[in-house]
C-alpha cells in the first residue's frame, strides 16, 4: 500500500513555478531594484558592482550616463555601460515593432 505524503502537491507546486525562474533575468524601464540585481548578477558583474549598482530601479540605471556609471563602478562601468546600451537597442525596437 503505497503511502501519502503531504508534502508532494507542494513540491510539485514549486516545479511548475521554477520554470520561471530558467528564463534570463531583463532589465527595462519598470524594473525593480532586485530585478536590476538579479540582471548585474546574470550579466556576471563582481559583487561590489551589484551591490552598488543593484539598489537602483530599471528606469533609473538606464538613464545613467557612461561617466555617471564609471563614477559609482570604475572598475566595470564601462562594461556596464556597453551592456545597458544592448538593452536601450532593444527597447527602442520593441517599441518601434509596437508603435509606441
Given at each position: 500500500m503505497k503511502k501519502n505524503n503531504v508534502l508532494e502537491p507542494v513540491e510539485e507546486e514549486e516545479e511548475e513555478h521554477n520554470i520561471y525562474q530558467d528564463l534570463p533575468p531583463t532589465l527595462n524601464?519598470?524594473?525593480?531594484?532586485?530585478?536590476v540585481k538579479a540582471w548585474l548578477q546574470y550579466k556576471g558583474f563582481s559583487k561590489i558592482t551589484v551591490r552598488c549598482l543593484g539598489v537602483?530601479?530599471?528606469?533609473?540605471l538606464l538613464g545613467m550616463t557612461r561617466d555617471e556609471i564609471k563614477t559609482?563602478?570604475?572598475?566595470?562601468?564601462?562594461?556596464?555601460?556597453?551592456?545597458?546600451?544592448?538593452?536601450?537597442?532593444?527597447?527602442a525596437l520593441a517599441s518601434e515593432n509596437y508603435g509606441h
Amino acid at each position: 500500500m503505497k503511502k501519502n505524503n503531504v508534502l508532494e502537491p507542494v513540491e510539485e507546486e514549486e516545479e511548475e513555478h521554477n520554470i520561471y525562474q530558467d528564463l534570463p533575468p531583463t532589465l527595462n524601464r519598470k524594473s525593480r531594484p532586485e530585478d536590476v540585481k538579479a540582471w548585474l548578477q546574470y550579466k556576471g558583474f563582481s559583487k561590489i558592482t551589484v551591490r552598488c549598482l543593484g539598489v537602483l530601479s530599471g528606469s533609473l540605471l538606464l538613464g545613467m550616463t557612461r561617466d555617471e556609471i564609471k563614477t559609482v563602478c570604475p572598475e566595470e562601468g564601462g562594461r556596464v555601460f556597453f551592456q545597458l546600451q544592448a538593452v536601450k537597442s532593444s527597447l527602442a525596437l520593441a517599441s518601434e515593432n509596437y508603435g509606441h
